[in-house]
């Protein structure tokens, strides 16, 4: 009964200002909010990247160039010319490779890509037939490339969804049209379903054969990448070590140390994109953490205000009786009333702002209880922590210091 008394009571005091009440709890409610919902965002992107692996594959493997040596010099990192079609070819037909189910020799570059008045700038990505298989690529209409294609250095291609709305009205079948791809026409034969993509749109690309990417398209001899597919996940460290020392062997390197490559698996590729959300993550959480410090300390100085706004209040319930832990309790009670407000408030407004960018970045919608917990929590502790002061020194006031008050 005494605290719902002292709840109404603090309800009461707090209503007579109402705008100074209302800006103190904005502070609050906007670090809440803030929190609420970068640390859903976070948790989104995160589980976004996820599902994005595990679409690929969770036993895929990814060769990338790295540094390249000529005798004892180090050449520099991203030349990206240490793999060649004869690396890929030896990991399909080593008797020393044991682990690998397929392989998948792929160049990537960029350029211009024209049909009629429209163009873009997309990704080129040579490939093999194999290439559907290991990437778990499904077609939307068309056929993939073939391995015919990559023998006879067909001029064919095959487009992501994003491409196709870039250059093709929406009526239009893109199947059967011809594309001008730096200046050569290539017939598309396809178009792939869409993956989407949290770090990078699979989407935004066209396939072409590997053999036209490299002879006819982009002048090189070597590849930006290979991909391997594993016969099991639980295989996945062998198979790194067994292509690793072939490859060290085939560029006559001793020392792994030395390795002018990169072999990575896609739980190397999820821990990495999740330590870079996570950290972004962290460091916009910090930022929205300081308005909640400004918020409380928003709210200590409200407090004390109120505090010599009603010293003559306070001396007159001492010199009635009022105990010390009563004062404390009063105040107390106010202080975390209004960071509670802030922070239900908080959380509805952070909810509400992170259901709209779901929903205009087509990202899924998923709670964190975890920060609508720790929003309760700290609002509660803000609450507790910048009301005690006030509260303290309204219960240590004189009865007569605080009547002659003026």
Same mark, same amino acid.
């Given at each position: 009964?005494?605290?719902?008394?002292?709840?109404?009571?603090?309800?009461?005091?707090?209503?007579?200002?109402?705008?100074?009440?209302?800006?103190?709890?904005?502070?609050?409610?906007?670090?809440?909010?803030?929190?609420?919902?970068?640390?859903?965002?976070?948790?989104?992107?995160?589980?976004?990247?996820?599902?994005?692996?595990?679409?690929?594959?969770?036993?895929?493997?990814?060769?990338?160039?790295?540094?390249?040596?000529?005798?004892?010099?180090?050449?520099?990192?991203?030349?990206?010319?240490?793999?060649?079609?004869?690396?890929?070819?030896?990991?399909?037909?080593?008797?020393?490779?044991?682990?690998?189910?397929?392989?998948?020799?792929?160049?990537?570059?960029?350029?211009? %890509?024209?049909?009629?008045?429209?163009?873009?700038?997309?990704?080129?990505?040579?490939?093999?037939?194999?290439?559907?298989?290991?990437?778990?690529?499904?077609?939307?209409?068309?056929?993939?490339?073939?391995?015919?294609? %990559?023998?006879?250095?067909?001029? %064919?291609?095959?487009?992501?969804?994003?491409?196709?709305?870039?250059?093709?009205?929406?009526?239009?079948?893109?199947?059967?049209?011809?594309?001008?791809?730096?200046?050569?026409?290539?017939?598309?034969?396809?178009?792939?379903?869409?993956?989407?993509?949290?770090?990078?749109?699979?989407?935004?690309?066209?396939?072409?054969?590997?053999?036209?990417?490299?002879?006819?398209?982009?002048? %090189?001899?070597?590849?930006?990448?290979?991909? &391997?597919?594993?016969?099991?996940?639980?295989?996945?460290?062998?198979?790194?070590?067994?292509?690793?020392?072939?490859?060290?062997?085939?560029?006559?390197?001793?020392?792994?140390?030395?390795?002018?490559?990169?072999?990575?698996?896609?739980?190397?590729?999820?821990?990495?994109?999740?330590?870079?959300?996570?950290?972004?993550?962290?460091?916009?959480?910090?930022?929205?953490?300081?308005?909640? &410090?400004?918020?409380?300390?928003?709210?200590?100085?409200?407090?004390?205000?109120?505090?010599?706004?009603?010293?003559?209040?306070?001396?007159?319930?001492?010199?009635?009786?009022?105990?010390?832990?009563?004062?404390?309790?009063?105040?107390?009670?106010?202080a975390i009333l209004l960071t509670f407000s802030g922070g239900i408030i908080g959380i509805i407004l952070g909810l509400s702002g992170y259901f709209a960018y779901s929903k205009i970045s087509g990202t899924a919608f998923t709670i964190s209880f975890m920060s609508i917990f720790l929003a309760f929590a700290v609002s509660a502790a803000i609450g507790i922590i910048f009301g005690w002061y006030p509260a303290q020194k309204a219960a240590n006031l004189q009865p007569i210091e605080a009547l002659r008050y003026e």
């Open positions: 009964m005494k605290t719902l008394k002292l709840v109404k009571n603090s309800v009461r005091n707090l209503a007579i200002n109402k705008m100074r009440t209302g800006l103190a709890i904005l502070g609050i409610v906007i670090g809440i909010g803030s929190v609420i919902a970068l640390v859903s965002m976070g948790e989104a992107s995160t589980k976004a990247i996820q599902a994005q692996i595990q679409a690929i594959g969770s036993n895929l493997l990814t060769i990338s160039p790295g540094v390249s040596f000529s005798g004892n010099v180090r050449g520099a990192a991203g030349g990206g010319t240490t793999l060649t079609n004869e690396d890929a070819l030896a990991i399909r037909t080593s008797a020393k490779v044991t682990t690998i189910k397929s392989v998948s020799p792929e160049y990537t570059g960029r350029t211009q %890509v024209i049909f009629g008045r429209n163009n873009t700038n997309t990704q080129i990505t040579g490939v093999e037939a194999i290439y559907a298989e290991v990437h778990k690529i499904s077609m939307d209409s068309g056929s993939f490339i073939t391995s015919q294609h %990559v023998a006879s250095l067909s001029k %064919v291609a095959v487009l992501g969804p994003t491409v196709v709305s870039d250059l093709f009205d929406a009526n239009t079948n893109p199947v059967g049209q011809t594309i001008r791809i730096s200046g050569k026409n290539f017939l598309i034969i396809g178009v792939t379903k869409t993956k989407g993509g949290a770090a990078q749109n699979q989407d935004d690309r066209i396939f072409i054969p590997l053999s036209t990417a490299q002879k006819q398209l982009f002048g %090189v001899k070597y590849l930006s990448s290979i991909s &391997l597919e594993a016969i099991s996940e639980n295989v996945m460290t062998d198979a790194q070590n067994q292509v690793g020392y072939l490859l060290l062997d085939r560029h006559k390197l001793a020392d792994p140390a030395s390795a002018d490559f990169r072999i990575m698996s896609q739980a190397d590729i999820l821990q990495t994109a999740s330590q870079v959300t996570g950290t972004l993550t962290s460091l916009l959480t910090g930022v929205a953490a300081i308005s909640l &410090l400004v918020g409380g300390i928003g709210i200590m100085n409200i407090m004390l205000m109120s505090v010599t706004e009603r010293t003559r209040e306070i001396g007159l319930r001492k010199a009635l009786g009022a105990k010390k832990k009563e004062i404390i309790y009063q105040f107390l009670t106010e």
